[in-house]
T-cell receptor, first 112, second 116 residues
Framework: GENVEQHPSTLSVQEGDSAVIKCTYS??????FPWYKQELGKRPQLIID?????GEKKDQRIAVTLNKTAKHFSLHITETQPEDSAVYFC???????????FGAGTRLAVHP | ETGVTQTPRHLVMGMTNKKSLKCEQH?????MYWYKQSAKKPLELMFV???????ENNSVPSRFSPECPNSSHLFLHLHTLQPEDSALYLC???????????????FGPGTRLTVL
């Protein structure tokens, strides 16, 4: 079945540095790729998403890039801040179905 | 209450008990979901309902039984669970178009379930 692999599982950066999280997927029919952020003890929340008809999308300090040929997409956070510390989940919408497949998550720690 | 609410927030039950989890969304959405979140599988889809119809059952054991009486309410009935079912159960909703979810899923706060 469809599988989404997410790397790294943990990431530690200094405040102000950039952070990159990468996901790969297997279903060539997938066409929607959201990223969710889950702070400790809180619910997951969408932070950015991208559809397969674009290669990059930016929203202030966060950006997502998509390479459909290689079947991978990445989350980029620039000028990281302590409040960016959380678990980040990538996901892909299984082609033709109403079913999001989530990656295993990346625990990001931003140190002041 | 706004957004997606879940009750109870915490639940401890024995393996022979029967209990139900409740989810309510106040967003006017037409799709609702149950997810299981545990250390082994961080966000695992269990069930999907579109327009009150179940459109996805992700190979979930029959001891979990969902119910969607209307587009605002979703229940998860629990019966003879196992200790490995202990997890955080998250409900979510979204506004779907033609039964495909390109829109944001809004999650509830979850029910922390412990099976003894």
């Amino acid at each position: 079945g469809e599988n989404v692999e997410q790397h790294p599982s943990t990431l530690s950066v200094q405040e102000g540095d950039s952070a990159v999280i990468k996901c790969t997927y297997s279903d060539s029919a997938s066409n929607y790729f959201p990223w969710y952020k889950q702070e400790l003890g809180k619910r997951p929340q969408l932070i950015i998403d991208i559809r397969s008809n674009v290669g990059e999308k930016k929203d202030q300090r966060i950006a997502v890039t998509l390479n459909k040929t290689a079947k991978h997409f990445s989350l980029h956070i620039t000028e990281t801040q302590p409040e960016d510390s959380a678990v980040y989940f990538c996901a892909d919408l299984q082609g033709g179905y109403n079913k999001l497949i989530f990656g295993a998550g990346t625990r990001l720690a931003v140190h002041p | 209450e706004t957004g997606v609410t879940q009750t109870p927030r915490h639940l401890v039950m024995g393996m022979t008990n029967k209990k139900s989890l409740k989810c309510e969304q106040h967003l006017g959405h037409n799709a609702m979901y149950w997810y299981k979140q545990s250390a082994k599988k961080p966000l695992e889809l269990m069930f999907v309902y579109n327009f009150k119809e179940q459109t996805e059952n992700n190979s979930v054991p029959s001891r979990f039984s969902p119910e969607c009486p209307n587009s605002s309410h979703l229940f998860l009935h629990l019966h003879t669970l196992q200790p490995e079912d202990s997890a955080l159960y998250l409900c979510a909703s979204s506004q779907d178009f033609e039964r495909v979810s390109y829109n944001e899923q809004f999650f509830g706060p979850g029910t922390r379930l412990t099976v003894l």
